[in-house]
C-alpha cells in the first residue's frame, strides 16, 4: 500500500499569512492527488485533484504543487474560513490511501 | 447542482448488518466510479470501497473484505453499501463521493455498532 505522510500535524497561523502543507507518498504515484478540506463538524470537500487543479468555486487562494512523491498544498493568504483539516489522498494505486490530516488553526 | 445524500445509518449490534444508500442527482450517474469513505469518531478518512461506472468492477481495502459489499443501481442513481459482520471498530461517519477524483462528497451516515 502507499503511506501517505502530511506534515506538520498541526499549524497555528495568523489572517494573511501564507501557510504550505506537504505531503509525502512512500512510492511514485505520479500527479494522482487530492487535497480535500473538512471543516470542524462538516462533511469533506475537495479542493485541489490531479495535483494542481482547483475544483469549481475553489478560491484562487488555494494552490497544489507537486509530482511524483512530494506535493504541497499552499493557502497564500489565510482567511478565517480556511481553518479546517486538511487531507491528502492518492488515487493513482488501490486501496486509496489519505494522509494522516493537518490541522490548521488560527 | 450535485447533490448526495446518504440513509441507512444507525445503531445496530456486533455481528449484525446494514445497508447504506446514497441517492445522488445533478449529474450521469452511470458514467462515474462512486466511493465509500468513513471517519471514526475523532480519526481521520480512511478509503472503504469503490465501484466503477457500469457497476462490474469494485475493490476494498483490506480492513473490509469479505464483510462490505459495494454496489449500484444506476437506474435510481442510487449507490449501496451492505454490511456485514460488524465491529465495533466499523462505527463511523460513512461518506459517498464521485468519481475518481473525489468531486463530491454526501453529508454523511453515522453507523454506530455497539452492544
Known amino acids: 500500500d502507499v503511506q501517505m505522510t502530511q506534515s506538520p500535524s498541526s499549524l497555528s497561523a495568523s489572517i494573511g499569512d501564507r501557510v504550505t502543507i506537504t505531503c509525502r507518498a512512500s512510492?511514485?504515484?505520479?500527479?494522482?492527488l487530492v487535497w480535500v478540506q473538512q471543516k470542524p463538524g462538516k462533511a469533506p470537500k475537495s479542493l485541489i485533484y490531479?495535483?494542481?487543479n482547483l475544483q469549481t468555486g475553489v478560491p484562487s487562494r488555494f494552490s497544489g504543487d507537486g509530482s511524483g512523491t512530494d506535493f504541497t498544498l499552499t493557502i497564500s493568504s489565510l482567511q478565517s474560513e480556511d481553518i479546517a483539516t486538511y487531507y491528502c489522498?492518492?488515487?493513482?494505486?488501490?486501496?486509496?490511501?489519505f494522509g494522516q490530516g493537518t490541522k490548521v488553526e488560527i | 447542482e450535485v447533490q448526495l445524500l446518504e440513509s441507512g445509518g444507525g445503531l445496530v449490534q456486533p455481528g449484525g448488518s446494514l445497508r447504506l444508500s446514497c441517492a445522488v442527482s445533478?449529474?450521469?450517474?452511470?458514467?462515474?466510479?462512486m466511493t465509500w469513505v468513513r471517519q471514526a469518531p475523532g480519526k481521520g478518512l480512511e478509503w472503504v470501497s469503490v465501484?466503477?461506472?457500469?457497476?462490474?468492477?469494485?475493490y476494498n481495502a483490506d480492513s473490509v473484505k469479505g464483510r462490505f459489499t459495494i454496489s449500484r443501481d444506476n437506474s435510481k442513481n442510487t449507490l449501496y453499501l451492505q454490511m456485514s459482520s460488524l465491529r465495533v471498530e466499523d462505527t463511523a461517519v460513512y461518506y459517498c463521493?464521485?468519481?475518481?477524483?473525489?468531486?463530491?462528497w454526501g453529508q454523511g451516515a453515522l453507523v454506530t455498532v455497539s452492544s
Open positions: 445533478g449529474f450521469t450517474f452511470s458514467a462515474y466510479a
Open positions: 490531479a495535483a494542481s
Open positions: 512510492q511514485g504515484i505520479r500527479n494522482f
Open positions: 463521493a464521485t468519481g475518481r477524483e473525489f468531486d463530491f
Open positions: 465501484i466503477t461506472g457500469s457497476g462490474n468492477r469494485t
Open positions: 489522498l492518492q488515487y493513482n494505486t488501490y486501496p486509496r490511501t
